[in-house]
């Protein structure tokens, strides 16, 4: 089912236009509000304190000197906050429903099973006095032994059944792995290193919470405000129409705001108990321990491969600490196994229970990891058979889906294969690498791909048109900086036949109509597909309201024959029979219409599978000597389907694409094995990168269509920029020195080690 | 942060107001830019009962000294430091190291006698629980056996490692600074050796300053060879980011043979570093790669690592070699 | 529940000079200059700017991303120099004038719908996505023009790296800063 448009047709509608962000003015103008920005009347403040032992128990908590503390209203402990109603299991939120980040509760007993677990809250009047009141909480512990790290637990891993919320089997296997790896001409067997990550996102999670009698409004910065809504309640044990969650704008997530954590709940049990508005915002700090990270991880590849470079076989193991009650890995080996055509696959997940919290989506979750291993042992292999590494790639290319052996939906993986190369020059790497005064230049790439998730559930979205003429279109989603409503109003107005201007869509509250949270890049084509289906419902239900009014222009025509332009219906062959909505509704005394549209995603028995496919090419500068790597460009080119916004889907590939590059030679969270503490949860020293970090990024698109993922063809460009990236640059540090690094970030010292003999 | 009392020094005799306010008193201590007090007192951190701000005190401005040197105001801003055409001209590695040094914001607010005085950014320190026996006399040193990649290889002791994380201090050590302070007593002149102590059985105290000490200038004297002085800085990140290594040199050559050095490290040491071993190995030699490097050995035999900071003396010697060799190249700023 | 209306001070001039004397730790008046209004504010000597403008003014431009000075979120001008609010005690701010992005556009801080060059550019290259550090961007990058770093690329990534963008938006920052430099 793949077109392929080199050039995209024009449309004369809004959708895909690089379109301006509609919340653009309250963005620059400091007007948006967060949910830790809400003001309210009598409004408190709640700081966590957390568990400064890695296991063990809690002996005796002392409060007595933070409840003295002026302006102190309570001090919360699992001595006194009361039991929750009942502990959920963990769901991933794209399910729309309970979607805890773990499957534990923290305060509701003695028991410590990770260093920062929250064990006390204290609400006071100011924000500086709970602060303060919160640091004069004495506990103390009984430690037990703990394992936190890989290197502790390596002799206790175990292979679950499933991982990933019991959504990925923890072994696949097709073909006979063993026997085609023996029978390969070549073979590339590797270890690969990771160290932590965590999201930090610039706005720190944060919930505002007030009762009126038994009902509860919290504010809260979640990738899902539904997900929050059904996750508290059913921890309260109420029923979720007694929860209204708001959520308008969110500062960020990356993953980190995708499942639901304590603090909202918490916010909500001291708002009952203190009687007043608790507004809890998670110190920086706080957030290396209270969202979840990307795990630490190992993973060893095998590849096997015919002279030719042509696959025969992939083995694929990865081993990662989880938490004592979830058996929870990023899915790193699920894109790696369907990139290239191989017959013969084994994938093992193996895990090691430890000390911390339940690891949790972060960014291209698995995607980005997987694919640093595959595509840095593909440049080996690529290497080993003499062949260029991009015809490697070509060579291996595949139209079906390797795991299901069905077609995919839409590709485009070898035109943005060609594409990218063009953009970058990639014809310069047969040279050898140039030099730039102390700095050596290297050329790498890698391909990129993201799976396409839908929801489990029908989306439900509400579209009224009123008598002058504008529309309001509202779905519950949130906006976590990707431009959903921008994008929404332009799928709206164009389903309407309305101008942008005349159009408004609005999210971010429990009471609109149910979405899913927006995560796995899954936003755009799940909401897109129910706005489209309500707006298009509405404007049915216009034309034949005014097709059936005898006092229409358009009186007795046939519905089909109908088109809407700016806003007015008329005649397809005879434009200037027509009238505007706006018309119709006032001659018949009605204030507005509505419609509310409903969509679910295809059956998964379909005969296709789905991907997004892209292309990542990186042009490094490493200074050998002083051990210095720094990407002078990215471009990357992607088959995201239909762009809704050419502007926003681009913004969101690019920093994807920083992204990988963060995650190359940048982002490590670690672990101080003896206390389970991130030792450097902070953003002075988890170090994300600043303007001088990030190099122009040249993106481009593929234009393919997919008339199967949703009806706009949708495939999400939030994660796909970011994987490969890393690889990429991998690559591109080899060629300019020659040395092979398996280890994510790859610092200076990493290069150090090595650069005698590369340089002198 | 603990509650706290507020004073602020202003007047005719602000000066001798606030001196008198903090000497009087234990508990109070002078606030400036507030860059790392703040931080540290919402860390719980520094605990002092009052502060007395003493921004409003006529102690900003760049001074011409006879000799060609410079008195810079202990409440000068970092970033008018930066930009002064006189610094720029006479001492480029001091002003290269404050534009390298924190970010835009915070260099408008840091002023020079507070970065002299700046804490230790050791994450151990700073999260007031750790075992520090910075913070704690006899509390023991978490950093020994824990995360210690930024950690300091020179002047370490048994019982902190924590690294000095001054960029301007370490051009300033190079260039033999002189630290003016006043008491009640009057005033008082450190050699930039003296100011900073190595840490040894005391890591708590940092400087030779009595409680209620205040520092009023910097005095850094001429030196003609550092019109031609680089800072080279290294990093994980491109900006923003404390030094892994850092490098103040300026070299006179006269018929291929070093005349005079000066050299001081950072990133590497408890204190900003004064290369004098380098320096010795160098004057009257060759000016040459293989009499850097020989030098830049010489200062690094002492380096003590732990295995997560074992790459620093390599990459310290590197980094020292490249500044010379680019000071000798071409005499270009880096 | 009812929305608090933040109070806007009147009769500014009738306050006095503040004393010499020590105040706190109890809260005491502060009065902030902020966006060319007096204001007075009831708070502790701990409070910080950041705290003041956003808890007691409901000024929630300047943002809290980390209270330790390492993200740039909450820069605002104080006597026109960009600073962190959140390393900022606001009782040190007394007597400064104290600016921040709610009073970028027009001086009194009302904003009326109108948007400083700065404002536009950042809307019309994508300068942004989820926003929240987008007050400090832009407040910084104004700063960063003024004081004549924003020459080129190489000096405009230097000088605004100081405010970090976890959705990295930087290429579209600097387009931005390219666009507004001459209007500013």
Redesign the interface.
Known sequence: MTTITPTPAPTDGPVGRPLDRVDGHAKVTGTARYAAEVPLTGLTHAVLVGARVARGRITSIDSAAAERAEGVLAVLTHENLGKIAAQPQLLPSLAGSVAPGETFFPMQGDEIHYAGQHVALVVADTYERALHASRLVRVSYAEEPSVTVIAQGRDQAYEPEAIFAGFVPGRTERGDVEAALGAAAVTVDRTFTFAANHHNPIETSAATAYWEGDRLTLHDTTQGVTATQHTVAALLGIPHTRVRVIGHFTGGSFGGKAMVWHHPTLAALAARKVGRPVRLALTREQMFVACGHREEQEQRLTLGADEDGRLVALRHHKLSPTSPFDHWAEPSLGVAGQLYACPNYEGVYRLIRANTTTPTFMRCPGEATGLFALETAMDELAERVDLDPLELRLRNYTENDPASGRPWSSNGLRECLERGAERIGWERRAAPPARDGDWLIGLGMAASAYPVYGPNNPQRARARLYADGTAVVQAAVTDIGTGVLTVMTQVAAEALGLPVERCRFEGGDTDLPNVAAAVGSSGAGMVSATVHTAASALREQLIARAVGDEGSPLHGADPADVDVRDGRMVLRDAPGTGEDYAELLQRNFLPDMEATGSWGPPPQDAPFASMTFGAQFAEVAVDPVLGLVRVRRLAGAFAPGRVLNAKTARSQLMGGMIWGLSQALLEATHMEPGTGRWANASLGEYLVPVNADAPDVDVDFIEVRDTVVNPLGVKGVGEVGQAGVAPAIANAIHHAIGRRLRKLPITIEDILSGADEASR | MRPISYLRAEGADGIDSALRAVTDDPGSDFLAGGTTEVDLLRQHVLGPRRLVDINRLPLAGIEELPDGGLRIGALTRMSDVASSPVVQERFPMVSRALVLGASAQLRHMASMGGNMMQKVRCGYYRDAESPCNKREPGAGCAALTGVSRTHAVLGTSEHCIATHPSDVAVPLAALDARIRTRTLDGEHTYAFDDFFLEPGDTPHREHPLTHGELITAIEVPALPMARRSLYLKVRDRESYEFALVSVAAAIEVRDGKVGGVRIALGGVGTRPWRARRAEDALVGGPATTKSFDLAARAELAAARTTPMNAFKPELARRTLVRALETLTRDGSRS | ????T?GTETGAGTATE?E???????P?KVRLDVNGAQRHVDI?????LL?AL??EL????????????????C?VWVDG????A????A??CEGAEIT???G??TPDGT?D?R?HPM?EE???H?A????????GQ?M?AV??VR?G?AGD?GE???????????????????AAIRAARDRV
């Open positions: 529940m009812t929305v608090r933040p503040p010499a004397d020590e105040r706190g730790p109890d005491v502790e000597p701990r409070v910080s705290g956003r808890d409901q000024l929630t431009g300047a943002k809290r991303g980390c209270d330790q000075g390492t993200c740039g979120a820069t120099r960009r600073v962190l959140c390393l900022t005690l009782i040190t921040t992005v709610e970028l556009a904003g719908g948007l404002q950042f809307i019309r994508d942004f996505q989820c926003g929240y550090c987008t007050p832009i910084s700063g960063c004081e770093h690329d405009i990534k230097e000088w605004m790296s100081g405010n970090i963008c976890r959705c990295a938006a930087y290429p579209n920052i600097r």
